[in-house]
């Protein structure tokens, strides 16, 4: 392998939702001007990162992302950049460009430059033949564009890592919940925009049924997960490097309305199911996570009340400042 041009850090789709958060955190721990937050989009105010660099790069562009990583002295790139399941089931075919085009971008590039990448996978590699909880191990048939080229990824990304030796990590992120940053197009943001309308509104309707249980995680618990997998010892980590399963907490739609509505009894929520329940139904209703707890220590902190209290608090504060 080649030495990678410095030790600075760059972010792929630094404005969605995971990445709004994962830049202020390497930030805090690497110092502000070490991590090169980048998108196809410009900031608005709300997701701009003032207190370090930003640059627009898109991921299909394979020069400027080796001019990127030159010019910027980068080691280690967390590839963000991607299409959702909801986004990715209307336009299949600019799904699969982005999300398996902008792999392949950043895959060569660290091939070439020696960097060190985080890619992220999903609980969507799944399909309806796996087990409701399904384990690290199993035959990968999803039936979405978006679950088929998170396969892609991992695949390519354990083809990097033995034919050439890019140091690849990856996570299959359950549906992530937080409050900061807007979901982006997915399915599971039905459990993030239910906050937003019970605050504003008093009334949510749900585009999933009553019943549908589907992994999910707490956004500090997936940051803290991507940070342990990128600080692992190398050595640890076994042929699930590129995808390994982590488990935050499941529960239902219902389950979730039923505990906004012990803190704001007024709240009402109507379950009117549209092409997203298809999707979720393909999904299992949790993971198993041995692996990962086995490999580098993985241990969620959020359970579903956690969750629910962190997150009424946290967008009552950010409202009323
Ligand atoms: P998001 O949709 O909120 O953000 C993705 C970002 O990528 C957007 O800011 C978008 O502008 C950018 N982007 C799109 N096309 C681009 C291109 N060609 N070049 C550069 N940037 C481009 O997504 P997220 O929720 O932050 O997800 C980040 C990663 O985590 C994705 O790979 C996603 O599949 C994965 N993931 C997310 C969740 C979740 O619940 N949020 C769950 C599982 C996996
Ligand atoms: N939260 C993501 C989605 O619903 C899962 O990868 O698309």
Redesign the pocket.
């Known amino acids: 392998m080649v030495e990678p041009p410095g030790d600075r850090i760059l972010v792929?789709?630094a404005?969605?939702?995971?990445?709004t958060e994962l830049v202020s955190e390497l930030r805090k721990k690497h110092g502000n001007d070490t991590v090169l937050a980048?998108?196809?989009?410009e900031p608005d105010n709300d997701r701009y990162f003032p207190e370090g660099p930003f640059c627009n790069?898109?991921?299909?562009d394979g020069e400027a992302m080796e001019k990127t990583v030159t010019d910027e002295g980068i080691g280690t790139v967390y590839h963000?950049?991607?299409?959702?399941s909801a986004t990715g089931e209307k336009n299949p075919e600019l799904c699969h460009r982005?999300n398996v085009g902008?792999t392949v971008t950043v895959l060569e590039t660290a091939r070439d430059f020696g960097l060190k990448v985080f890619v992220?996978?999903?609980?969507?590699v799944f399909g309806p033949d796996s087990p409701r909880i399904a384990p690290q191990k199993a035959t990968l048939n999803p039936t979405t564009t978006y679950g088929k080229t998170?396969v892609t990824g991992e695949v390519l990304g354990m083809n990097y890592f033995k034919q050439y030796g890019v140091d690849i990590r990856g996570l299959r992120?359950?549906?992530?919940i937080s409050w900061k940053?807007p979901?982006?197009?997915?399915t599971?943001d039905y459990a993030v925009d239910i906050f937003h309308a019970a605050i504003n509104d008093g009334h949510y309707n749900c585009f999933v049924s009553e019943d549908t249980r589907l992994p999910m995680m707490y956004i500090d618990d997936a940051i803290m997960a991507t940070e342990m997998i990128m600080q692992a010892d190398g050595s640890s980590l076994g042929t699930s490097r590129a995808g390994y399963n982590i488990r935050g907490c499941s529960f239902t739609a219902g389950e979730l309305a039923d505990r906004i509505s012990l803190r704001i009894p007024e709240f009402t929520c109507d379950f009117n199911p549209d092409f997203r329940q298809k999707v979720a139904d393909s999904w299992p209703n949790d993971v198993d996570d041995n692996p990962a707890k086995d490999d580098w220590g993985w241990e969620a902190n959020f359970n579903l009340d956690r969750i629910v209290d962190e997150m009424l608090e946290n967008l009552r504060k950010n409202q009323s400042s």
């Open positions: 792929t789709g404005l969605g939702q995971i990445g980048t998108d196809i989009r790069l898109s991921v299909l963000l950049a991607a299409i959702l982005v902008g992220p996978s999903s609980i969507a998170k992120y359950p549906g992530l940053a979901a982006g197009g997915g599971t």
